[in-house]
Nanobody, 122 residues
Framework: QVQLVESGGGLVQAGESLRLSCATTESTFRNFAAMAWFRQAPGEDREYVAS???????FYATSVKGRFTISRDNAKNMIYLQMNSLLPEDTAVYYCAATQFGNWADRENNYWGQGTQVTVSS
């Protein structure tokens, strides 16, 4: 069973920073093609934020590039999302995700955490 557990959300002011963490099992961490962060704001669709492959290659949505950094700790089976220069429009529930075959549209082989709330006040 794939388990993804996020932590680190909270309430901050615009311009401040937060770091999100996602813990998973060694099996998931080593065998899945990539892990990622998505977010969903109230009334909006879930959107891609950033991803990191087992190779270490990283990818970012245009809206967060230069402000957010995704990373992984292979010894701890964890990924992180360092969020700097936060904006009110970054307010959302942030979800950790894992894709078994590298296709984020593949519902059967993608897994999600329960989410963690990030609120940025202006």
């Amino acid at each position: 069973q794939v388990q993804l557990v996020e932590s680190g959300g909270g309430l901050v002011q615009a311009g401040e920073s937060l770091r999100l963490s996602c813990a998973t099992t060694e099996s998931t961490f080593r065998n899945f093609a990539a892990m990622a962060w998505f977010r969903q704001a109230p009334g909006e669709d879930r959107e891609y934020v950033a991803s990191i492959a087992t190779t270490g290659n990283t990818f970012y949505a245009t809206s967060v590039k230069g402000r957010f950094t995704i990373s992984r700790d292979n010894a701890k089976n964890m990924i992180y999302l360092q969020m700097n220069s936060l904006l009110p429009e970054d307010t959302a529930v942030y979800y950790c995700a894992a894709t078994q075959f590298g296709n984020w549209a593949d519902r059967e082989n993608n897994y999600w955490g329960q989410g963690t709330q990030v609120t940025v006040s202006s």
